[in-house]
């Protein structure tokens, strides 16, 4: 799925389309998978570049680039926040131009996050400035998590209620990135309150998520308005993924084995333990389905699949160190 340019959007079935573009999701989503699994510095720096490249004149990132011109038609704030939780991640990149690179992005629009209005772009900011571990805890970037957990805060406390625990009236894609976010502001400073609206949040969604006793995600026609019904289809790797980080960073916060084992059932998600019975896996690709559908599987294997499955590989291998670190 990656060239020269970048990774892909889209594919074929397990052709990669060439007509579809890069995005600044996909790509800082491939530098994030990158970074976390110590790949060589020409791939790192490849994703790494792509994002760099994607910043406009006008102080803007574009999400989307196509037959060599870059649109503002699909530019979002949540984009934006997840490559700024990449750049946070590429900084522990052994690679210095990659090191180099992701700093000066940070430098450009951190700060900028101050401004968003969408929860899971705050989320994916805070989340990754609060990731931020070789170039220490500074002011500027205290502040930012400061203000950053209050806005979100903000948002529990507006829309919370008797049996409703979430940030918002309704429950979306890439759920998992909410709670994720309070609870890696605790494990950052220590903030109680962060851990209380982060376990809340998460135990709320996970209710709802495993409420089959398998990983059962949210569908994407219709979502999951309070009130209303849950959509079963489709549903889409990418929330699995978003899941399972949550539950890896409720298990960093507190160490909780339930959290750990409902991450494990999560991966099995990708392996057929889900609502169709059915592998996301392909073995002759390495690649992963695009989703479950009322049909069974979207036979197309894009970027934001891929990418979620194997960050969720890392998320479970990462975590069974830590739980093998524990017991030793």
Not at 37 to 54: K, S, T
Not at 113 to 135: E, M, N, W
Request: overall charge negative; some cysteine.
């Amino acid at each position: 799925m990656t060239d020269h340019c970048g990774m892909l959007q889209f594919s074929r079935l397990d052709k990669p389309d060439k007509n579809s573009g890069y995005t600044l999701d996909d790509n800082a989503r491939a530098l994030m998978v990158a970074s976390l699994n110590d790949l060589p510095d020409e791939e790192v720096i490849n994703y790494a570049r792509f994002l760099y490249q994607a910043q406009q004149a006008d102080g803007s990132w574009s999400n989307y680039y196509s037959h060599q011109v870059y649109s503002s038609r699909f530019d979002s704030e949540d984009s934006i926040g997840r490559a700024v939780l990449a750049c946070a991640i590429g900084l522990d990149s052994e690679s210095a131009l990659v090191q180099d690179l992701c700093l000066q992005m940070l430098m450009n629009h951190a700060a900028k996050s101050l401004h968003f209005s969408s929860p899971r772009a705050i989320a994916y900011a805070l989340t990754g400035l609060c990731k931020i571990k070789s170039h220490g805890k500074n002011n500027w970037q205290n502040m930012i998590i400061e203000r950053l957990g209050n806005n979100l805060l903000a948002f529990y406390d507006t829309w919370h209620g008797p049996d409703w625990y979430w940030f918002e009236n309704y429950l979306t894609y890439c759920n998992g990135i909410l709670p994720q976010a309070m609870l890696a502001a605790y494990n950052y400073n220590g903030n109680k309150k962060a851990l209380k609206v982060g376990r809340e949040t998460l135990d709320f969604l996970c209710s709802i998520l495993f409420r089959r006793g398998y990983l059962n995600i949210i569908g994407n026609q219709g979502w999951y308005q309070r009130g209303g019904t849950i959509p079963w289809f489709d549903q889409q790797p990418v929330d699995a993924a978003s899941a399972i980080c949550a539950l890896h960073e409720g298990y960093l916060a507190i160490g909780s084995r339930e959290y750990s084992e409902m991450a494990l059932q999560g991966y099995l998600w990708y392996l057929g333990k889900n609502i169709n019975t059915l592998s996301l896996y392909d073995p002759l690709t390495g690649g992963c389905f695009d989703a479950l559908t009322p049909e069974g599987v979207n036979r197309n294997q894009g970027a934001e699949a891929v990418l979620s499955l194997l960050l969720t590989e890392y998320t479970i291998s990462n975590m069974l160190q830590i739980k093998a670190e524990h017991t030793s």
